[in-house]
């Protein structure tokens, strides 16, 4: 049985992970205890944990408490995070200091916490579910896009130093998703509308997910269609950010 811990767990895609893993030993974080109860309650094998993954002196307390109690986590997904979509100059300090410490502060220290042990034990996977904002900055994008380009350039450089000892980090960068995320990042749903044709289903994600585990995967580009943008940003940038401004700024 393999011991899979998730942050974010109340989130819609990992309520679809949590369905695909009935045999696993699983580890839920969220901020509501209330919430992952009503979710995961009848959940054979979850443990529910009520954490703020922004606060390092809590999540040290409680990762000194899980390696006492299971001999290893096998599985680190990162799957916490959060969006506002809004101009560069309408964002507030409070909004990047809090979207840093979600998107960006939380996963890289559970990730360098976790990937210590799985680095001792030559045996791993961390799984950082980041975004499609993190390969392709888009208008209205600047703190966000900001928050994921970081988490990708942290899980890129930890993969290479985990790499002689076993150990896996994938990094899945998916396009929008139908989750409650939008109710945030996008209240008046106009965004939403104009990306339907973009639209991922977040079980179809899950799938592909769950089917990664333990498999050394560098990256989860979704789905094909901006897969095939982020290359063509790549090999000609100015042409891309013309288009980005004008015909797919649907923000």
Known sequence: MR????????????QEMVKLLPNDQLILLGRNKEKLVQLYGNHPYAELIEIDITDDSALETLLADLHLRYDEIDVLVNNAGYGIFEEFDQISDQDIHQMFEVNTFALMNLSRRLAARMKESRKGHIINIVSMAGLIATGKSSLYSATKFAAIGFSNALRLELMPYGVYVTTVNPGPIRTRFFDQADPDGSYLKSVERFLLKPDAVAKKIVKIIGKNKRELNLPMLLNLAHKFYTLFPKLADKLAGETFNYK
Do not use: Q, V
């Not at 942050?7 to 990992?14: K, P, R």
């Open 3 to 14: 011991t899979i811990l998730i942050t974010g767990a109340s989130g819609g895609l990992a």
